[in-house]
């Protein structure tokens, strides 16, 4: 397995340089204190109110089963760019508006020709060009005058935006400060929160553009999530440790 390195740019070496000091106990310690991955949103289900029954995915269809019975394909997180990620096909749920029938389906997160944005209102939830996630029969579907309620599992209120998606800002690595994309792909999978996959020292790192592979931009993930919501705070700190630097924005 390829290991990732601390430094800048992002190389892959053999054998997996420790981020933080070794010589410096306290220092490691508040080092991989800051390192340690940020506790992240849980994926859930989507469940329609009326229906009682959750949105997963089955082949190429959006489909309507039963809540009982839980899947990853049952799972879905909402990730960067108002994108609604699915756990079990690791696609995002999108519209290809050159399908004027039926533009709803499942797609590569990354896929530039189609519109992969969510929004709320209420508890309904829809995209562009007022298409409405509706149900018809037991298909998922998209229309633009049909109004149809969804919410959490086992939820009485909790519609499908109650848990929004939060920034995470990287720290260290080569990406300056710049916020984790969700998901990337690294190594051909996807990933829809910080990883270690990569490392030995279990230190959660995220890439900050949406395939790694190509672009090489990465940094660690922080510990607490309000670190994640600083976008706003004009504070620049810089520090070194050792042989390296960090910007910490």
Same mark, same amino acid.
């Given at each position: 397995?390829?290991?990732?390195?601390?430094?800048?740019?992002?190389?892959?070496?053999?054998?997996?340089?420790?981020?933080?000091?070794?010589?410096?106990?306290?220092?490691?310690?508040?080092?991989?204190?800051?390192?340690?991955?940020?506790?992240?949103?849980?994926?859930?289900?989507?469940?329609? $109110? *009326?229906?009682?029954?959750?949105?997963? =995915?089955?082949?190429? @269809? %959006?489909?309507?089963?039963?809540?009982?019975?839980? +899947?990853?394909?049952?799972?879905?997180?909402?990730?960067?760019?108002?994108?609604?990620?699915?756990?079990?096909?690791?696609?995002?749920?999108?519209?290809?508006?050159?399908?004027?029938?039926?533009?709803?389906?499942?797609?590569?997160?990354?896929?530039?020709?189609?519109?992969?944005?969510?929004?709320?209102?209420?508890?309904?939830?829809?995209?562009?060009?007022?298409?409405? $996630? *509706?149900?018809?029969?037991?298909?998922? =579907?998209?229309?633009? @005058? %049909?109004?149809?309620?969804?919410?959490?599992?086992? +939820?009485?209120?909790?519609?499908?935006?109650?848990?929004?998606?939060?920034?995470?800002?990287?720290?260290?690595?080569?990406?300056?400060?710049?916020?984790?994309?969700?998901?990337?792909?690294?190594?051909?999978?996807?990933?829809?929160?910080?990883?270690?996959?990569?490392?030995?020292?279990?230190?959660?790192?995220?890439?900050?553009?949406?395939?790694?592979?190509?672009?090489?931009?990465?940094?660690?993930?922080?510990?607490?999530?309000?670190?994640?919501?600083?976008?706003?705070?004009?504070?620049?700190?810089?520090?070194?440790?050792?042989?390296?630097?960090?910007?910490?924005?």
């Amino acid at each position: 397995m390829d290991f990732l390195s601390f430094g800048s740019p992002l190389v892959i070496k053999k054998k997996v340089d420790w981020p933080c000091p070794s010589e410096n106990t306290a220092e490691r310690q508040e080092c991989s204190a800051r390192t340690r991955a940020a506790p992240a949103a849980p994926p859930s289900d989507v469940t329609s $109110v *009326t229906l009682k029954r959750c949105v997963t =995915v089955n082949g190429s @269809n %959006v489909v309507l089963d039963d809540c009982e019975r839980p +899947t990853r394909h049952m799972l879905w997180k909402w990730v960067s760019r108002h994108r609604l990620f699915n756990l079990g096909t690791s696609m995002c749920l999108g519209l290809n508006l050159s399908d004027t029938m039926q533009p709803l389906g499942m797609f590569e997160c990354d896929a530039t020709y189609l519109v992969l944005w969510w929004r709320c209102h209420g508890n309904m939830l829809y995209g562009a060009s007022e298409w409405k $996630v *509706t149900v018809s029969g037991r298909l998922v =579907v998209v229309r633009k @005058n %049909v109004y149809h309620e969804w919410k959490r599992y086992n +939820t009485p209120k909790e519609g499908p935006c109650s848990h929004p998606y939060e920034e995470i800002h990287t720290l260290l690595g080569n990406a300056h400060g710049y916020s984790c994309v969700f998901p990337f792909n690294y190594n051909n999978k996807w990933y829809a929160e910080c990883t270690t996959e990569g490392r030995e020292d279990n230190l959660h790192w995220c890439a900050t553009t949406d395939r790694y592979d190509q672009s090489e931009r990465w940094g660690f993930c922080p510990v607490y999530p309000r670190w994640a919501s600083h976008r706003k705070r004009l504070l620049k700190h810089s520090c070194s440790l050792l042989m390296f630097r960090c910007f910490l924005l």
